[in-house]
């Protein structure tokens, strides 16, 4: 057994667990952070959320050059990809924030415990390493371990030719033809990764639209966009079989409701239909830590378990299985440890897909308040009327404001556009805020920018906008 006592583990060293571990230490605490793999930075960073953006970044890059840029009088005459190259450089762009992570780790005094971590008892963590197993002890343990591929029936993954995300972001040449089994947001962005490239990508989804999380205009607006860009669906269907012959893949498909079956080739399937929270080989169960109804850690406000001194956030634990909802839950755990209030607003937590153009969702969808009964205004705006969009020829999409019909809260913020992800951040800051659309509506924006697009969506909640 280790004889350094610890404030804090932390298991998992993805945004929840690093970001968690650096502000424990901030405040004092000494801390360590367990990782299994030979790099820091979790899912997100190594196989999820940094290298989809720099590969959706190159992608995109070469699909103005076919498409775009001629509209600006730009003309490149030929045009090609060197994939080995693109992928260096997303690989590049991974290996330069894991060492980031690393330097900060050393910035703050915390340890980096590397090899796969295990709950031994309440204050003991066990340290699988490479040529012998540690017992650390220390006053509380913070599990971070993030989310894995959920499995379908049916489908098994080999990550060659039937692959998860993981698989997806490494494929060794362009597929002919790509079936995304799931249109939310992973297979969207790897499918448009691969569409732009040149593969026939098409999307089955088992429910009735693409998205289904997000508000229905965002859904509808998107699918007309990516179809249009030549991505096709399959919607309320489902694959009941996938036959990978080494060559190719050969898919049952047959409507969600039930009937007859289609059957369809691929030479890659990405299986896209979700994540479950990764607790496997935690020791939870020998130390009585509770699940929930979904296999979630259950946990209190405070983020604590049952169990005193053990503690979760992020995709283990209920909500949105998104990178900064669990370091912002990582941060107020760690401000509580050390004995400040924390807190966060599940309502304030943005969701952003990364296709061309963008969209982002933050607060209640439209779907959502008639479900409760809410009766809300709307106020939307279109960036064909916006004068930097049309500048940028990026006119497609909207914004979409939700305000309480009494107080003129902003319930919830809508965005099919270009820099969705970015503009989004103002209406999180107004939900936090508890502003109002007209507040929205009064402060001044600069012009021309993207985000004229909010103020004019606020002016719409009161019927007043000035450019349409």
Partial sequence: MSQTPYDLIVIGSGPGGYVAAIRAAQLGLK????????TLGGTCLNVGCIPSKA??????????????????????????????????RKDKVVKDNASGIEYLFRKHKIDWLQGRGRIAAAGQVAVE??????????????????????????????????????????????????????????????????????????????????????????SKTMQKILDKQG????????????????????LQ????????????QADIVLLAVGRRPYTEGLGLESVGVVLDERQRIAVD????????????VGDVIRGAMLAHKAEEEGVVC??????????????????????????????????????????????????????????????????KILADAKTDRVLGAHIVGAEAGTI???LALAIEFGASSEDLARTCHAHPTLNECVKEAALAVAGRALHI
């Fill in 334 to 399: 760690a401000e509580i440890l050390a004995g400040q209030s924390g807190h966060i607003n599940q309502d304030a937590i943005p969701g952003v897909v990364y296709t061309e153009p963008e969209a982002a969702s933050v607060g209640k969808s439209e779907e959502e308040l008639k479900k409760a009964g809410t009766d809300y205004k709307i106020g939307k705006f279109p960036f064909s009327a916006n004068g930097r969009a049309k500048a940028m020829n990026e006119t497609e999409g909207f914004v």
């Fill in 129 to 218: 390493g490479a040529a012998d197993t540690k017992i650390y002890t220390t006053k509380n343990i913070l599990i971070a371990t993030g989310s894995e591929s959920s499995p379908l029936s049916g489908i098994a993954v080999d990550e060659k030719r039937i692959v998860t995300s993981t698989g997806a972001l490494s494929l060794s040449a362009v597929p002919e033809h790509l079936v995304v089994i799931g249109g939310g947001v992973i297979g969207l962005e790897l499918g448009s990764v691969w569409q732009r490239l040149g593969a026939q990508v098409t999307v089955v989804e088992f429910l009735d639209r693409i998205l289904p999380t997000m508000d229905g205009d965002v």
């Fill in 31 to 38: 801390v360590a952070c367990v990782e299994k793999r030979r």
């Fill in 55 to 88: 590969l959706l970044v190159s992608s995109a890059k070469y699909a103005e050059s076919l498409h775009g840029l001629a509209a600006h009088g730009v003309n490149i005459g030929s045009v090609f990809f060197d994939l080995p190259t693109m992928m260096a």
């Fill in 253 to 264: 498909i047959e409507p969600a409701a039930g009937g007859v079956a289609e059957k369809i």
């Fill in 424 to 426: 989004i951040a103002e």
């Fill in 301 to 312: 406000s405070r983020f604590q378990t049952n169990v005193p001194g053990i503690y979760a």
């Fill in 231 to 250: 991505m096709q669906f399959k919607l309320s269907s489902k694959v009941t079989s996938a036959v990978n012959d080494g060559d190719k893949v050969s």
